[in-house]
């Protein structure tokens, strides 16, 4: 939204200072604010007294809805100089409002300050040219150009922007740890829609912790939101805003993915050598969770059945944490031997296969 408010500051001095030269010190001056801020125009004054006008209206027939908005205030320094302050909202309907001050002595002359221009910054239109410049497996780097922005005073950036990183993937009961980066005022996280203090309050069990490091790169804030990677948060959605007197930034979803105990291995199978037996299978699904690799290993549990009253567990040293899927190992002649396969992660043990003999 592209606005701008004019308002012309009118001082009048009075003639009950007569031996003093009427002169305007200093002039009300162009400003840029928010929308929904509010604006003080000053006039310094020296030889009489002050009158505001209002799109070239006294103060008297200012429009009532203006009229009750408007604040005005006077005070007089030990040098005889008169500080007019008129104080305006800036909101969208007094936007190309005009206001002029004048140093008048009744009757007499007046002297006039040039126009000033209350100029007001809407909500920004959409950031233009966006696009993904990186990817890795837990986070991904995106770019934009920025949208028209009115330079308002005193405030340096005056356009905020929060970055999220994108689903987090950990084993269950690890911590996942959301990362936002934002310029420019006050963050927050959003969980499944709702503000994560609201989401707090309303379920004790949801606990997350919260850290900031303030003036990270670039006069960036960057905060963290750990949580505990339990089942029931699986694919939860988190988000980021900033807010400020200059309007909000909300990031897109950011979802987190658990991953649990995995299922039992597939398409095992076995093949003779000469002399070996080599035992063969196809892993379990597993999301390719962040900062784990190999995120997968197997154990080979062997037994030996050739008494099937008593099997006996083949201890072997080879046949644990295994990252392949295959393991080679020599059988005894005449023996007999139930084999199976267990996956594991960072959640623990999984499912255990069925068994070949």
Not at 82 to 97: E, F, H, M, S
Not at 110 to 136: M, Y
Not at 256 to 275: C, E, H, R
């Amino acid at each position: 939204m592209r606005s701008s408010l004019s308002v012309v500051a009118v001082l009048i001095i009075s003639s009950s200072i007569p031996l003093v030269a009427q002169e305007i010190l200093r002039p009300p001056e162009s400003t840029t604010v928010f929308l929904n801020r509010s604006s003080v125009f000053t006039c310094e004054t020296r030889g009489g007294i002050t009158v505001w006008l209002v799109n070239g209206t006294q103060r008297a027939t200012f429009l009532p809805d203006i009229l009750r908005y408007l604040v005005i205030s006077e005070i007089t320094t030990p040098e005889g100089v008169l500080v007019a302050n008129l104080t305006i909202p800036a909101r969208a309907q007094y936007n190309g409002t005009r206001v002029q001050c004048l140093s008048v002595i009744i009757d007499v002359s007046f002297v006039e300050s040039d126009n000033v221009t209350l100029t007001i910054q809407g909500p920004l239109s959409a950031v233009g040219d966006l696009k993904a410049i990186s990817k890795n497996a837990s986070s991904l780097t995106i770019s934009w150009s920025a949208p028209f922005s009115l330079d308002v005073t005193g405030v340096d950036p005056d356009i905020w922007f929060s970055v999220l990183i994108y689903n987090v993937q950990v084993h269950l009961n690890e911590l996942a740890v959301f990362t936002c980066e934002t310029r420019g005022g006050a963050s927050v996280w959003v969980v499944n829609g709702m503000l994560l203090e609201e989401l707090e309050q309303s379920s004790p069990e949801l606990h997350a912790d919260i850290s900031t490091v303030a003036n990270v790169s670039g006069g960036m804030t960057m905060e963290k939101l750990t949580i505990l990677a339990k089942a029931q948060y699986n694919e939860t959605a988190f988000q980021c805003a900033v807010f400020s007197f200059g309007g909000s930034a909300l990031s897109e979803n950011a979802t987190l993915k658990i991953q649990g105990p995995l299922s039992a291995v597939g398409d095992l199978s076995d093949t003779n050598n000469a002399s070996s037996v080599t035992i063969s299978w196809s892993a379990p699904f597993s999301l390719d969770v962040t900062g784990v690799d190999p995120d997968i290993w197997y154990s080979v549990l062997i037994y030996n059945v050739t008494d099937e009253n008593n099997p006996t567990a083949i201890l072997c040293t080879d046949c644990i944490n295994i990252t392949e899927t295959h393991y080679t190992f020599t059988p005894e002649c005449f023996n007999k031997y139930n084999i199976s396969v267990v996956p594991i992660n960072g959640a623990g043990q999984g499912e255990t296969s069925g068994s070949l003999t």
